[in-house]
């Protein structure tokens, strides 16, 4: 059990890491469906790192001006931790301003979302980064709702058609998309994450003191 400075340590090194380091590391150590697919790109924030916090839902009328079961989701949500979200919602949002706020004075970090937000502007504003399919101003109340938190769920998958997340697997999100980390092997990918992030800085070192490609990819092997 990791204990909660040790989850936050981790947490600040993954930061500095790029996700494609990270599904490198992931393809050498035999787990190369962990990427998630291009839809899910950062629409209020370029990187984020955090332990998967999930909730589900699915597309359903109903009668009345809120969702019980979203509100029980997300006040459960605790420090360093991003909200993942699946449900198949076609048009609306899952996710907007005031559930951000809500789950960051709890200490969010993050959300992923395989559906809609809004509020971008103004999430964008308060630095809280949210990656998802698409945005929308229509909302999910009477349309779709939650029916479940911190139970597996599955996203689209970059090279599969779906990837599942467990509640506490590790998400790390940047520019080119989001990966998925399983949890008993944070530890060792965030390792060899970071080793080839100090490689690639003296890659580049060498090629601004002038150094062939050629030359580097030799020296130092291909990153």
């Given at each position: 059990m990791r204990t909660d400075e040790q989850k936050a340590s981790i947490r600040e090194r993954?930061?500095?890491?790029?996700?494609?380091?990270?599904a490198?590391?992931?393809?050498?150590?035999?787990?190369?469906?962990?990427?998630?697919?291009?839809?899910?790109?950062?629409?209020?924030?370029?990187?984020?790192?955090?332990?998967?916090?999930?909730?589900?839902?699915?597309?359903?009328?109903?009668?009345?001006?809120?969702?019980?079961?979203?509100?029980?989701a997300c006040?459960?949500?605790?420090?360093?931790?991003?909200?993942v979200w699946s449900g198949g919602g076609v048009g609306v949002c899952y996710f907007g301003e005031l559930i951000a706020l809500g789950m960051r004075e709890r200490g969010s970090v993050g959300a992923v979302v395989d559906g809609g937000?809004?509020?971008?502007?103004?999430?964008?504003?308060?630095?809280?980064?949210?990656?998802?399919?698409?945005?929308?101003?229509?909302?999910?109340?009477?349309?779709?709702?939650?029916?479940?938190?911190?139970?597996?769920?599955?996203?689209?998958?970059?090279?599969?058609s779906r990837v599942v997340v467990h509640p506490g697997d590790f998400v790390v999100g940047d520019e080119d998309g989001v990966v998925v980390i399983p949890d008993e092997i944070v530890e060792t990918v965030l390792d060899r994450s970071e080793a080839i992030t100090r490689t690639e800085i003296e890659v580049r070192a060498a090629l601004a003191d002038g150094m062939s490609l050629a030359e580097a990819l030799k020296t130092f092997g291909h990153v």
């Open positions: 993954f930061l500095a890491v790029d996700a494609a380091n990270v490198d590391v992931l393809d050498e150590m035999g787990h190369p469906d962990q990427g998630l697919a291009p839809t899910v790109q950062g629409i209020t924030g370029s990187r984020l790192a955090g332990w998967a916090y999930t909730i589900q839902g699915q597309m359903a009328p109903y009668e009345g001006t809120g969702d019980p079961e979203k509100m029980t006040h459960g949500i605790g420090p360093g931790e991003i909200s937000l809004r509020d971008s502007r103004v999430l964008t504003e308060h630095e809280f980064p949210v990656f998802g399919t698409y945005t929308t101003a229509v909302q999910s109340i009477g349309r779709w709702k939650v029916t479940g938190h911190q139970a597996p769920v599955y996203l689209p998958g970059a090279t599969t």
